[in-house]
């Protein structure tokens, strides 16, 4: 049973109770993204966990992502200024456009920067969780698995 006032985004199955759906609580800085509230801090510790996942584990993420043999993780430089959120974001949207899911994911992690722009970020997060790419119950499984290291609980 759904707390009262609570609502439920059918697609992603990620229950919100007038909070994030990471932590829970109120936000006062959260991401402008259809159906989700998260806020900037939560947004930015999933950024960190996709940035350093494995591949098998990004790969899950995504309907056409297939597991890679071996991880063949390549880190890309964290968000350093406003202006380089853009250059990841860019690039993101390249790796798909080249069947590179998992490149793309973890580019796009990078957006998921408190530094970057909101606009950016929430542009990133829909890329990464709202896509017709994204697996339906991916943002709800990884919140699930990941909670406590996500809000340090």
Partial sequence: MRARGSWKCQSRNVTLAHGCCVCGKPPTDALEVPGVLVCRLCAAALGRLLENANDAVLAVLWRRASPPIGDTRRGCLPVTAPEAARAHYDLGCGYIEQGLDVDAIRELAAVLSPIAPSSMAAA????????????????????????PMLTGS
């Fill in 124 to 147: 990133a997060f829909s890329r990464i969780f709202l896509s017709p790419e994204a697996r339906p119950e991916a943002l709800s499984d990884l919140i699930l698995a990941f909670r």
